[in-house]
């Protein structure tokens, strides 16, 4: 499995920052996508990957009422995902579902299953568990993590825990963990802190500046990929968080996401804001045995490839997906709402 070909494309409106797998769907490759436009109507695209995958082709457009800041399909039902949104003065969440008959509809519209309404400042995202069924979510705003019980069925959210990051912790972003299903990492300005769902207490951190985005990797347990402002990529043993056991560059400017690939071992996107989406295969053997002192002390010390930089774009990358349906496609969004659809070549 190498990197591709130049990929194909498909144009939003207006600008945009995040697009979502739909996991769910296991008859098509299909990305969810929303748009951030602060005067103009913003829209929700379903995208779906023409059976000859030579196109991506528009399967459903729909109305959204704000700047989408955060987007993530449900990992279980492909109707239904959850926003991130802001009016301009202030921040919402909520879940919404996908009308069952949208294509026959003149103008189908977003039915909003709850509103994740107990937030008081900047909303950062929302966290599906990927790893099965599952009725709680997990929401994080700059200063406290909320886990909420979801029965959509009744429509309904409400706010079954909360805790407060602390004095100084500024909380950017997170992770759920796909292999442990109480806990989430979170970011911060000067550290990734890990979180038990159970007790809402931190468990352990990760002292490091600047972490724009983590991602778990789904296919190794105790395995965090990292990115950073301006230090890059790093990949950590959760079971021994002294130091990063593999380091990789990143990006010319601003290493903004990275992403694990849901089935092949190593490989690894990143992306940034010199308008560039890296393709990495990592040595991730022997992540399975606990790593000893002197491998964390020379990280540097496994072969690291760059497959394949993809620089086909205008503008900053802030948007990753990989295909759950077919691990070998991945999309990724431009901020001025380009999305490229890429397939690794074997």
């Not at 769907?25 to 436009?37: I, K, P």
């Not at 196109?55 to 457009?61: A, K, N, P, S, V």
């Not at 429509?155 to 299903?181: C, E, F, I, R, T």
Request: hydrophobic fraction near 35%.
């Amino acid at each position: 499995m190498q990197g591709g070909s130049s990929g194909i494309g498909y144009g939003l409106k207006y600008q945009a920052r995040c697009i979502s797998d739909v996991k769910a769907d296991t008859d098509h490759t299909s990305f969810l996508t929303g748009t951030l436009s602060l005067k103009e109507e913003n829209e929700v695209h379903l995208l779906r990957l023409s059976s000859g995958g030579t196109e991506l082709i528009c399967e459903g457009l729909f109305s959204h009422p704000n700047e989408i800041w955060d987007l993530s399909s449900c990992p279980f039902d492909q109707r239904i995902f959850s926003t991130v949104f802001s009016t301009g003065e202030s921040y919402g969440a909520a879940i919404w579902q996908i009308p069952e008959l949208y294509g026959q509809l003149n103008s189908p519209q977003l039915e909003r299953i709850a509103a994740l309404d107990a937030h008081v400042g900047k909303i950062n995202c929302v966290l599906w568990w990927s790893s099965g069924r599952h009725d709680k979510l997990v929401s994080i705003d700059e200063e406290n993590i909320f886990l909420w019980s979801l029965d959509c069925s009744n429509k309904n959210a409400q706010v079954q825990s909360k805790q407060s990051s602390g004095m100084l912790h500024y909380l950017s972003g997170g992770a759920w963990d796909p292999h442990d299903v109480n806990a989430v990492a979170a970011t911060c300005e000067s550290s990734v802190q890990f979180w038990d769902l159970r007790s809402m207490g931190k468990t352990n951190s990760i002292e490091h500046a600047h972490v724009r985005n983590v991602d778990y990797d789904t296919k190794k347990k105790h395995l965090l990929v990292t990115a950073a402002d301006e230090s890059g990529i790093h990949l950590w043993d959760l079971r021994m968080l002294k130091a990063p056991i593999q380091e990789l560059p990143g990006h010319t400017h601003w290493t903004w996401a990275v992403c694990c690939n849901p089935e092949y071992d190593g490989f690894i996107l990143s992306a940034g804001t010199d308008s560039t989406v890296n393709l990495w295969l990592v040595s991730t053997s022997n992540h399975d045995e606990l790593p000893s002192e002197s491998l964390v002390e020379s990280p540097n010390q496994r072969a690291n490839s760059l497959l394949n930089s993809y620089s086909d774009y205008e503008d900053s990358v802030y948007g990753l997906a990989w295909s759950s349906r077919e691990p070998w496609i991945f999309a990724s969004l431009s901020y001025d709402g380009r999305v490229r659809n890429h397939m690794l070549e074997k």
